[in-house]
C-alpha cells in the first residue's frame, strides 16, 4: 500500500456536464463545479455528441480552475489527478482526458483513468452521513446505463446484469418526447407523476426470469406511444400526469423488485442506487422501503452526487492512485464498459 494521495484533482467530461472536483484525504470535498450543458441539448431533445464535445472544449480550462480556486489551492499543490476515462461520449471523454493528461505532464503529477460507472458506485462514500459497508449490492441507473453490481470492494466490481436495450434514464427521456416534454425527461415526469394516478394504465414490466437481473425498457416505451397514439386518434385528451406517474411506477417497480432480489441473493447487508434516475423520490422512496423490509442498509447519495460530476471520480480516484493504478502516456478513452 502506498501513501495516499492527500489531495485529488477529479475531472469529468463523459456525456453532457463538465465537472471538476478538489477532494481531501478522500473525505473532504474542497469544490465540487459543474457546468451543465443540458439547456443547449434541451433545444436538440436530446444530447448532439459533436455540439457536447465542443462545449466541453470551451469549459474545461475555465471549470478545472475554478474548482481549484474554489478549494483554494494551485495545481502544485494537488497530490494526483483522477481523470473519467469511459465509458461514455468518445469525443467528449477525449477533452477531459487530453486535458488532464496536460495538467499531470506539466505538473509532473500522477494521473488515473476513472471508470465513470465504478464512480457513480462510490458516489455513496462522498460525505453524506452515512456510508455502506462491502459487500453491498449497486444499482447504476444514468441516461447510458442500467447495471447491477456486487461491490465488493473499491476495485473488484461484479455486474449481474444489465439493460438489453434502453436505459432507464433513457426511457424517461424518450417517453418526455412522446409527451411533447422537455429533455431531459427524469425530473418533469417525476414531477407531473406526483399529481398522477399511479395505476391509471397498467403498462407492462419486463421481469426477464431467464436473467433475473437484466433489465428490458423498450417495451414499456412503446406501450406509452401505442397509448398515447390510441388517445389522440380517439380525439381524447392525454392525461399526461396519469401517463407520467404510470410510467413511473413500472420502472421503479422493477428496478426496486430486481435490485432487492439481487441482493438477497447475494447475501450482502447493504444496498447503494447511483446514477441520475438515483435522484427520483419515488425510487429513492421504494428502494429504502424495501430494504427496511428485508433488513438490508440503504445508502443513495443526495441527488448532486446521483447525476454526473467530479467528486465522485475523484473519490474512486483516490483509491487508485493510493494503490498506483496509474494511466499509461498512450492510453486511450472508452467508449463501452470494459469492466
Ligand atoms: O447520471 P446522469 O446525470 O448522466 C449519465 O451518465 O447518463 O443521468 C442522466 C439521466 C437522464 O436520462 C435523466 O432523465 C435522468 O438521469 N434523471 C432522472 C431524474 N433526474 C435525472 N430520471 C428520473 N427521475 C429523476 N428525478
Ligand atoms: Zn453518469
Redesign the pocket.
Known amino acids: 500500500m502506498l501513501d495516499a494521495p492527500e489531495i485529488v484533482l477529479g475531472i469529468e467530461t463523459?456525456?453532457d456536464?463538465t465537472a471538476a472536483a478538489v477532494l481531501k484525504n478522500g473525505r473532504e470535498l474542497l469544490s465540487n463545479i459543474i457546468a451543465s450543458q443540458v439547456d443547449i441539448h434541451a433545444e436538440f431533445g436530446g444530447i448532439v455528441p459533436e455540439i457536447a464535445s465542443r462545449k466541453h472544449v470551451e469549459a474545461i480550462d475555465f471549470v478545472v480552475k475554478r474548482a481549484l480556486k474554489e478549494a483554494g489551492i494551485t495545481l502544485e499543490k494537488v497530490s494526483g489527478i483522477a481523470v473519467t476515462q469511459g465509458p461514455g461520449l468518445v469525443g467528449s471523454l477525449v477533452v477531459g482526458l487530453s486535458y488532464a493528461k496536460a495538467c499531470a505532464f506539466s505538473s509532473e503529477k500522477p494521473i488515473t483513468g476513472v471508470n465513470?460507472i465504478h464512480a457513480?458506485l462510490m458516489a455513496c462514500f462522498l460525505p453524506n452521513g452515512q456510508i455502506p459497508r462491502f459487500p453491498f449490492v449497486g444499482l447504476v441507473v444514468?441516461?447510458?446505463?442500467t447495471s447491477l453490481y456486487r461491490v465488493d470492494d473499491y476495485f473488484h466490481v461484479e455486474l449481474l446484469g444489465a439493460t438489453r436495450d434502453d436505459a432507464a434514464?433513457?426511457a424517461?427521456?424518450k417517453v418526455a418526447k412522446i409527451l411533447g416534454l422537455p429533455y431531459?425527461?427524469?425530473?418533469i415526469?417525476?414531477r407531473l407523476a406526483e399529481k398522477g394516478r399511479r395505476d391509471a394504465f397498467s403498462f407492462p414490466r419486463a421481469w426477464l426470469p431467464e436473467t433475473p437481473y437484466d433489465f428490458s425498457f423498450s417495451g414499456l416505451k412503446t406501450a406509452v406511444l401505442q397509448t398515447v397514439g390510441k388517445l389522440t386518434s380517439a380525439g381524447q385528451k392525454i392525461p399526461v400526469e396519469d401517463v407520467c406517474a404510470s410510467f413511473e411506477e413500472a420502472v421503479v417497480e422493477v428496478l426496486t423488485e430486481k435490485t432487492i432480489k439481487a441482493a438477497v441473493a447475494q447475501e450482502v447487508g447493504w444496498v447503494v442506487a447511483a446514477?441520475?434516475?438515483a435522484?427520483?423520490?419515488r425510487l429513492r422512496h421504494a428502494l429504502r422501503e424495501a430494504c427496511m423490509e428485508k433488513g438490508l442498509g440503504f445508502v443513495v447519495p443526495p441527488p448532486v452526487f446521483?447525476?454526473?460530476n467530479a467528486a465522485m471520480v475523484a473519490l474512486a480516484g483516490f483509491h487508485q492512485l493510493s494503490q498506483n493504478m496509474l494511466l499509461a502516456p498512450d492510453a486511450d478513452v472508452y467508449s463501452r464498459i470494459v469492466a
Open positions: 463523459s456525456c456536464e465513470h457513480h444514468s441516461g447510458g446505463h434514464g433513457e424517461f427521456d431531459p425527461g427524469g425530473p415526469i417525476s446514477g441520475g434516475v435522484s427520483n423520490l446521483c447525476t454526473d
